[in-house]
C-alpha cells in the first residue's frame, strides 16, 4: 500500500519560511503527477502546488512567486518550500497524486503563521 507522509510544518512569524517533506512508501513518480494541498477551518481541502511526471510545476496564484514544489526521485520524496508566509497559509498541508487518490491522504503537517 502507498503511503505518505508529511513533516516540516510548525510555528513561524508572517515573512518567514518552511520547507515541508513528503515520503512516500514506494516509488509512485512514475505512474502519477504529485501535489500539497491544504485544509484551514471553515474551508474545503484545496491544491495549492503540483508537479507532473515530467517534472513541470503549476502553483495557485495565491502562492506564485513564494511556494516551489520539487522532487528528489532517489529518496522518493517531494518538498514544498514556503518564503515569504503570511497568516492566510495557516492550514494542515497534505501531499497526494493529483488526481487525488482518497486512500493515500496521510495525516498532514500543521503550518501556523502568526506574530
Known amino acids: 500500500q502507498v503511503q505518505l507522509v508529511e513533516s516540516g510544518g510548525g510555528l513561524v512569524q508572517p515573512g518567514g519560511s518552511l520547507r515541508l517533506s513528503c515520503a512516500a512508501s514506494?516509488?509512485?513518480?512514475?505512474?502519477?503527477?504529485m501535489g500539497w494541498y491544504r485544509q484551514a477551518p471553515g474551508v474545503e481541502r484545496q491544491r495549492v502546488a503540483w508537479?507532473?511526471?515530467?517534472?513541470?510545476?503549476s502553483y495557485i496564484d495565491s502562492v506564485k512567486g513564494r511556494f516551489t514544489i520539487s522532487r528528489d526521485t532517489a529518496k522518493n520524496t517531494v518538498y514544498l518550500q514556503m518564503n515569504s508566509l503570511k497568516p492566510e497559509d495557516t492550514a494542515v498541508y497534505y501531499c497526494?497524486?493529483?488526481?487525488?487518490?482518497?486512500?493515500?491522504w496521510g495525516q498532514g503537517t500543521r503550518v501556523t503563521v502568526s506574530s
Open positions: 497526494n497524486t493529483v488526481p487525488e487518490q482518497v486512500s493515500y
Open positions: 514506494g516509488s509512485i513518480f512514475s505512474r502519477s503527477h
Open positions: 508537479i507532473t511526471r515530467s517534472g513541470i510545476t
